[in-house]
């Protein structure tokens, strides 16, 4: 196990996962899986651990991406099987085995491994900072210091069913309307690039003065007939250019995560949904007995939003010299004064985790009402809209038909 360990962590080794089929002393057949940069590897690391090789094959790096769906997934199993008494590394196996996507089965054996070479789980864990962050890596290795893990496993894989809910919600929320431009965009287009052109040729043989509308929309449609490739083009490569800059560039997302705040209608949702996340975060930490300066910085990239980081990093900076949450928290200016109050009264009394539990269960049913009220909103709005757009064209088109009787 040494050697494999030590093989684990030294940079630039590529390791493969196998799996395996041998024997015990007592002829028992096992199989398993195992990570290592050969078979030589398994079968050592397998002869130290009296298993008989029978078998080893490499596997095929096959599956898809590991979603955060799948993580918060994976953290309720374990938590269940914990609370129920399974042994981690079986729990690990299990869950593994079970799962429909290869590539969370790779980082399942990946972590076991890791633990069954001597690494806590909070260490197995910290190896995969792109599934695993901060928070749940605290959470875990608070939970494995208090003896309390399957507790803490729970109140993990409750807080990101809530979080993961938020984003699904917010995400539904925005896709109505996007999906609605994007068919109505394609449908103008349709009709700028095929239906127009025909009513064209149909007008130039009325030998009239054609209305100014329906001049202006046969303009559109010439613009569109001879660029539709430099308009889909530019248009595409605008909004994919945009959302790569947003994903890779911190100044963009900054920028656009001061923006949504603002926004008319969509800013008070963000900002609703910003403060669950706020609080909740806070809340699982803080019952974790995870010290508040410690919780903060964890807390301070889960809200989502570069305001709050600021915010909360101007916080822990007063908390750590001595201020209290409360005094800090009204400092920003970010924070409403019901959260504050709640805070305060929770601080006052011993129970600031069961008070930001309220918080955030508060603002997550405020984020459901503000989704429900958004799509009411939403639907006429682009009703008005469509019914404006594809209407004023079609109008445009048969306002010279209704001057046919006077050029007859």
């Known amino acids: 196990m040494a050697t494999a360990a030590a093989a684990a962590k030294k940079p630039g080794i590529k390791e493969f996962n196998f799996s395996w089929v041998g024997q015990d002393k007592s002829g028992k057949t096992l199989r398993g899986e195992i990570r290592a940069t050969g078979e030589a590897q398994v079968n050592a690391t397998l002869r130290r651990q009296g298993i008989k090789v029978v078998g080893v094959k490499k596997q095929r790096l096959t599956g898809?991406?590991?979603?955060?769906?799948?993580?918060?997934?994976?953290?309720?199993?374990?938590?269940?099987?914990?609370?129920?008494?399974?042994?981690?590394?079986?729990a690990f196996d299990i869950v593994g085995k079970g799962h429909s996507n290869p590539a969370v089965a790779r980082l399942l054996v990946d972590i076991k491994t890791e633990v069954e070479t001597g690494s806590s789980l909070k260490q197995a864990f910290e190896k995969h900072p792109l599934h695993f962050d901060a928070l749940f890596c605290n959470l875990v290795g608070a939970g494995e210091a208090a003896g309390i893990l399957d507790s803490l496993l729970d109140r993990l894989a409750t807080y990101k069913e809530k979080i993961l809910a938020i984003k699904s919600k917010i995400k539904a929320a925005l896709f109505y309307p996007l999906a609605v431009i994007v068919v109505a965009f394609v449908i103008t287009a349709v009709i700028m690039i095929f239906v127009i052109p025909a009513f064209k040729q149909v007008f130039t043989s009325f030998g009239a003065d054609l209305p100014a509308p329906t001049l202006f929309v046969m303009a559109v449609s010439d613009f569109f007939v001879q660029y539709w490739y430099a308009i889909f083009g530019g248009l595409f490569g605008a909004v994919y250019g945009f959302f790569w800059t947003w994903k890779r560039s911190v100044k963009m997302q900054i920028v656009m995560d001061r923006v949504m705040l603002r926004l008319p209608v969509f800013g008070d949702l963000v900002r609703k949904s910003s403060l669950a996340r706020w609080t909740r975060t806070l809340a699982t930490m803080f019952a974790a007995g995870v010290p508040l300066v410690e919780a903060l910085d964890s807390v301070a990239g889960a809200a989502g939003n570069y305001e709050y980081y600021v915010a909360t990093k101007k916080i822990q900076t007063e908390v750590a010299t001595g201020s209290s949450l409360t005094s800090a928290m009204q400092g920003t200016e970010v924070f409403p004064n019901m959260v504050v109050q709640m805070v305060s009264i929770g601080e006052e009394s011993?129970?600031?985790?069961?008070?930001?539990?309220?918080?955030?269960?508060?603002?997550?049913?405020?984020?459901?009402d503000a989704v429900e009220a958004l799509a009411s909103l939403m639907e006429p709005m682009i009703m008005v809209v469509l019914g404006t757009l594809i209407g004023g064209m079609v109008i445009s088109?048969?306002?010279?038909?209704?001057?046919?009787?006077?050029?007859v």
């Open 350 to 368: 011993g129970s600031l985790d069961a008070m930001l539990s309220k918080v955030a269960d508060f603002y997550d049913q405020e984020v459901d």
């Open 397 to 407: 088109m048969y306002l010279p038909i209704f001057k046919l009787g006077q050029v």
């Open 64 to 90: 898809g991406k590991i979603t955060e769906k799948d993580i918060t997934l994976f953290t309720r199993q374990l938590a269940t099987m914990m609370k129920s008494g399974v042994p981690l590394l079986q």
